[in-house]
């Protein structure tokens, strides 16, 4: 079965650089969440999108912003990156007919030098 | 406001044996809440959910966990681990009644199982 995608999966960049992550939900998942997990900690909540509108906002910092598609894929843009950006962003989807079962992809590892 | 607290961060266990990792929540209205695991370098795979009804859920590997509301847990077991066990374990809870179409997670810290041959 199709399962979440993300790319890329491993992102190297400097700092004050711009990273942009796409995801690519469950045929049909109406619903895209976007999850960031630092290095030893629990994913945090940064941002969630239902029928390409922003349903849901966490604790996304100012520099990063993101956005849902006709074609329901998702990108989160984050500019003037910083050391503490490193971390494995997760996104997620689920359908608005069965919420609760939320499918993680396998996460983007963001590397700020 | 919800909050998950997960009592231990790391357990470590002897294949075959029994095991119990610990969920505590807190929040003021009903939940629904979830454990899932992950596998070093990979994403997270739900294991199991509790949503509403019998109070004991079974999941995916044997997994099983218990809703208590009087003391507001959600521990997870396993009557026999295996090696391939070996993961992080993270409780979640959602609210049902939160505002948007779409309702986020929260997790716990996580709990490390280890299990030693």
């Known amino acids: 079965a199709a399962g979440v995608i993300q790319s890329p999966r491993h992102l190297i960049k400097e700092k004050r650089e711009t990273a942009t992550l796409k995801c690519y939900p469950i045929?049909?998942?109406?619903?895209v969440y976007w999850y960031q997990q630092g290095p030893g900690q629990d994913p945090q909540f940064l941002i969630s999108?239902?029928?390409?509108?922003?349903?849901d906002k966490g604790s996304i910092p100012d520099r990063f912003s993101a956005q849902q598609f006709s074609d329901y894929h998702s990108e989160l843009n984050m500019s003037s990156l910083e050391l503490g950006d490193s971390a494995l962003y997760f996104c997620?989807?689920?359908?608005?007919?069965?919420?609760?079962?939320?499918?993680f992809g396998e996460g983007s590892w963001l590397t700020v030098v | 406001a919800q909050s998950v607290t997960q009592l231990d961060s790391q357990v470590p266990v002897f294949e075959e044996a029994p095991v119990e990792l610990r969920c505590n929540y807190s929040s003021s209205v009903s939940v629904y809440l979830f454990w899932y695991v992950q596998y070093p370098n990979q994403g997270l795979q739900l294991l199991l959910k509790?949503?509403?009804?019998?109070?004991l859920v079974k999941g995916i590997n044997g997994f099983e966990a218990e809703f208590n509301k009087s003391q507001t847990s959600f521990h997870l077991r396993k009557p026999s681990v295996h090696i391939s066990d070996t993961a992080e374990y993270f409780c979640a809870v959602s609210d049902p009644i939160s505002s948007g179409s779409a309702r986020q997670l929260t997790f716990g810290s996580g709990t490390q199982l280890t299990v030693l041959p």
């Open positions: 509790y949503l509403s009804g019998s109070t």
């Open positions: 999108f239902y029928e390409k509108m922003q349903s």
């Open positions: 045929p049909r998942h109406d619903t």
């Open positions: 997620a989807s689920s359908s608005s007919s069965q919420w609760n079962t939320i499918y």
